[in-house]
């Protein structure tokens, strides 16, 4: 812990591992962090598995893997809520003694019955204090052979309120709230009473979560105050849209976050793109992870529902991309091309690179640009396959070939090849350009068509380019 650590300030992001960790969850996640953060705070992540039927193993991992993708890290031990029993019957024990808590002897069918009436009635359903002790309150007879569940003695009147530090001033009448089951009937606590009391010991000052936790903040705040504890801040994140203004779903793209990782997008594109789905600093759409450090002030996030925006992630992406030093770009490209079975050269790699950074919105983009160097064969889209294959063009390759056979593999021999075409044939550079971009790469669009051509390297601009008018002697 250095000196500026500032211990009041306590963070936590806690997910449930029941499935992987979503663009909703690493924004909650990259949020809390950054404010934790920026108050010089502790960020710490908990693990709410609880509901053991649905947490898995792999679930677990993709959380962590997603954070530390994103540069996300806990500060101090992760804390899982399935090592914490022990605590949680400790205190459930401790409420029952001070009458905060109760056992409910009500079977699952009496409180069915409740709901149905509820229903009928079009009230809220409510369980109807059967069990609830009160002063002079003469009890039910204990019915043998029934676990009880334990409920929360909420209090019956007054009003719980906080002020969101997303939302403004939120109320709930405690008469709303119900008395809520803290307690299975096999002892397994539930939800509510768990996140409270795992923010009570680990000290969290600030919870960020979404706003689909707004009905849960109420009774977490009851169950706090009945252990005069102190009460966190709390902030509720509106949720994200898709691009069609519903909330943000598989439908919309890849929902995991580790997908992008693997469609290409670089870590920092990332953590910027999500830190806008929310929040702003004036108009500063590209910032690093030091300046939304620096700059997450929590005023600035925004209360009504942000959209997602592919289109807007490529864009920062590619801004990445092409502020990335080409070493860093060859380190992250080289094993995706190495994985496809090809050797590519530390030096000419770069080079490719430092051509195609300008253009790619990914990396997946980058290493598919330079593989066409490295192919044997390589193949010509359909929709441009029939372009280029005029007499004419064929003579101008032809002669391409013969002048380019004889010269020094030079940029300024290379131009003077292409130079000479141009002049002899009277034509304009496209005319020669396109027909080279599309014989040696099978694409209609490159960077320059001399440095595609010294890259590609003699041997295989005329292999390539002998082949392609052979394959299309036979169109
Ligand atoms: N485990 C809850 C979830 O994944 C979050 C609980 C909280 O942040 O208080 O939605």
């Not at 903040?217 to 902030?235: H, V």
């Amino acid at each position: 812990m250095n000196s500026y650590t500032n211990n009041n300030v306590r963070v936590r992001f806690a997910p449930s591992p029941t499935g992987f960790l979503h663009l909703g969850g690493a924004r909650t996640a990259l949020f809390s962090w950054a404010f934790a953060k920026h108050n010089n705070g502790i960020f710490l992540l908990r693990i709410e598995d609880t509901d053991i039927k649905r947490s898995t193993k792999e679930a677990i991992k993709s959380i962590m893997d997603g954070m530390t993708w994103l540069g996300i890290i806990s500060d101090e031990e992760i804390v899982y809520q399935t090592q914490r029993m022990e605590r949680y019957r400790e205190l459930l024990k401790k409420m029952l003694n001070e009458g905060n808590a109760y056992y409910c002897y009500s079977s699952a069918e009496e409180i069915d019955k409740m709901r149905e009436e509820a229903r009928k009635n079009e009230t809220k359903p409510k369980y109807d204090g059967t069990w609830r002790p009160e002063l002079n309150k003469i009890m039910p007879n204990i019915p043998k052979d029934r676990n009880p569940t334990i409920r929360f003695k909420n209090p019956s009147t007054g009003i719980v309120t906080w002020n969101d530090m997303v939302k403004g001033r939120i109320s709930f009448k405690n008469e709303e709230l119900d008395d809520l089951v803290i307690a299975r009937s096999d002892g397994t606590p539930t939800y509510n009473f768990c996140v409270a009391i795992d923010d009570l010991d680990m000290g969290i000052s600030h919870v960020l979560r979404g706003d689909d936790h707004v009905n849960n903040t109420p009774r977490q705040i009851n169950i706090l105050k009945s252990l005069n504890a102190k009460i966190p801040e709390y902030g509720h994140l509106p949720m994200i849209l898709g691009t069609d203004g519903e909330k943000l779903s598989k439908r919309h793209g890849a929902m995991n976050i580790m997908e992008y990782k693997s469609k290409g997008y670089l870590p920092e594109a990332m953590v910027n793109y999500l830190a806008r789905l929310g929040w702003s600093h004036n108009n500063d759409e590209i910032f690093n992870t030091r300046q939304l450090i620096d700059w997450f002030d929590i005023k600035h996030l925004s209360k009504s529902p942000s959209q997602w925006d592919p289109k807007k992630l490529d864009w920062i992406n590619s801004y990445y991309i092409k502020h990335t030093d080409t070493h860093n770009l060859v380190n992250m490209v080289m094993p995706m091309i190495t994985a496809r079975n090809y050797e590519p050269n530390e030096n000419d790699l770069g080079s490719i690179i430092d051509l195609f950074k300008e253009r790619s919105t990914t990396l997946n983009q980058l290493a598919e640009n330079a593989i066409i160097f490295y192919k044997e064969t390589i193949n010509i889209a359909d929709d441009i396959k029939n372009k280029c294959t005029d007499d004419q063009t064929i003579q101008l390759i032809r002669k391409f070939i013969s002048i380019a056979n004889n010269v020094d593999w030079k940029i300024e021999e290379i131009d003077r090849v292409i130079k000479t075409i141009i002049t002899e044939n009277n034509i304009t550079m496209k005319q020669i350009a396109l027909p080279l971009r599309i014989y040696l790469t099978g694409e209609a669009n490159t960077p320059s068509i001399n440095k595609v051509l010294l890259l590609l390297g003699k041997e295989k601009v005329l292999s390539r380019l002998r082949k392609t008018l052979d394959n299309y002697k036979q169109l």
